[in-house]
Every structure is written in C-alpha cells, then in structure tokens.
C-alpha cells in the first residue's frame, strides 16, 4: 500500500495488507486506504461472514438498538458535545461505539421540531446495564439539535457491512478477502477489482460495459453475495442499477457462477 496521502485518505504502511481479518479493530471504521494504482478500499465490521468478492451492503439502521434514551435534556444552542444517556440494552465497554452515529427518530416525540440529524460519536464511558448506570457520550462536534428527556436514540455505524441480500440494497463494496462475522477487514470501494463474484442458478448474461446488480434471487442463491447482469428494463432492474457502482470488465453467459473483472466507480 502506499504511504502517501492521497485525497485525503488515511496514510496506511505498507505492510498492513488489505486482505485482512482482523478479530479486534486495527483502524477506524469508515477509513479509506488507496494503493499505487488508485484504487481505494474501505476498514469495515463484517456483522456475518463474507468471502472474497462477495458484493456487501450496510446493515439497515432500522435494525440497531432503540433502547438507548437521553438522561437530561439537551438544547441545541448549549454549545456543549456531550450528553447524558441511560437505558442502554447490553453492557459495553468505553468507547465501544467510538466513531459510530448517534441520532434521534425524525420527528421524537420529545422535540418534534428537529428531524434526526446523525452526529460521529468521539468517545463515550463504559456501560454496566445491569446496574442500569447512567453515563456520558461526547461527540465530535457541538450537538446540534436539541434532544429532550428520555428521548429513544439510534446509534450505528453505515459501515457495518453484511453480504448484499435483495434486489434494491445498495452495493457498498466488494469483498477482497474473507473476513469473518463480527471482524474487521477491508472491501474495495473504488477502481480495478479483479474478482467479484457473479452468478448463480437463474440469472441474466453479463455483458461488457454494463452494472453488474445483486439480483432478486440473492437472498436463497447458493452464491449469495453474487452479483448478476441485469435482466429487463423493469422499475426493480432500474432500482438495481441505481444501486451498483460495479461494471463489468468481461462477459459472461447466463446461468454462469463464478468471478469477474470490473471496475468500481468511486464510492469515497
């Protein structure tokens, strides 16, 4: 990898390898690497295992914990970055979260007139929910919004990432090697991606030039993950086009598993 800053990406050493599979975070969640040849690649959690060339995608907000309330309201012009919370789900420890997102519910019935704005968590205590203890989450920056006692919240991360799994889930990446559930590695993001895995028992040709989509079949596919040329001109295949960075380098038949080349038009 290379060692210079290129468009603002993280200097990575040499030796830190993208392939990785890591049990425990060795950088930030979200950062972006590049190496010699332009190419860009992201640090992400896998929440279930991926393997090389799997298409992945961002685990839904709606499915992170709610049971995480405001302990003492907070006005947006207090000029202050840190909040009280309590109520947590589990126990975790200090900074567990750090780098993740916070947000209310659009709307929260505590403070209708703001709309859920996300904020990057900077650090937070350590949470013991047995003891139902309360403590204090800093953001990066000044809280923007106001938030009212024991107002629900949503903490989660865009780059949890889990193999694509319909038709209409945006493509966030592709796997470059195995990275099992609940670690952390990279998934490329941009430019020259040499194996990405496609096909499956009905699927459409790929053709040169053309998005590589996750199809409508993906989810009980024995290549979930796959990625499919695109069969019609229907909304669902629009959606799908719509949601894809990826092109084929290569063609393939209909019917065909295996892996292509293609080109990843930047997702940084």
Request: hydrophobic share 45%; proline share 4%; charged share 15%.
């Amino acid at each position: 990898m290379s060692t210079k800053q290129a468009s603002g990406y993280a200097q990575i050493p040499p030796e830190v390898g993208i392939d990785r599979n890591d049990a425990t975070a060795k950088f930030t969640i979200g950062t972006v690497i590049s190496d010699t040849f332009g190419n860009s690649y992201r640090y992400v959690k896998a929440t279930t295992a991926v393997a090389i060339g799997m298409a992945v995608t961002s685990v839904v907000k709606a499915a992170w914990p709610t049971a995480i309330l405001v302990d003492g309201a907070v006005d947006a012009t207090s000029a202050t970055n840190v909040m009280g919370v309590d109520a947590y789900i589990a126990d975790y420890a200090a900074n567990f979260f750090a780098g993740y997102w916070i947000s209310q519910a659009a709307g929260e019935a505590t403070n209708t007139a703001d709309k859920g704005r996300a904020q990057r968590i900077k650090s937070h205590d350590s949470v013991d929910f047995s003891a139902n203890t309360a403590g204090n989450i800093t953001l990066e920056d000044n809280i923007n919004e106001s938030f009212g006692n024991n107002a629900a919240l949503l903490i989660y991360n865009p780059y949890l990432i889990e193999p694509i799994d319909a038709a209409t889930r945006p493509v966030m990446g592709i796997a470059v090697g195995a990275i099992a559930a609940s670690s952390f590695g990279f998934i490329q993001v941009g430019g020259h991606c040499p194996a990405v895995l496609v096909g499956g028992t009905t699927n459409a040709a790929i053709i040169i030039d053309e998005p590589l989509v996750p199809g409508a079949t993906v989810a009980t596919d024995t290549l979930a993950g796959a990625l499919y040329g695109v069969a019609g001109s229907t909304e669902v295949d629009l959606m799908e086009v719509a949601n894809t960075p990826v092109i084929a380098l290569q063609a393939v038949a209909a019917d065909t598993a295996g892996y292509v080349e293609a080109f990843i038009k930047g997702l940084v």
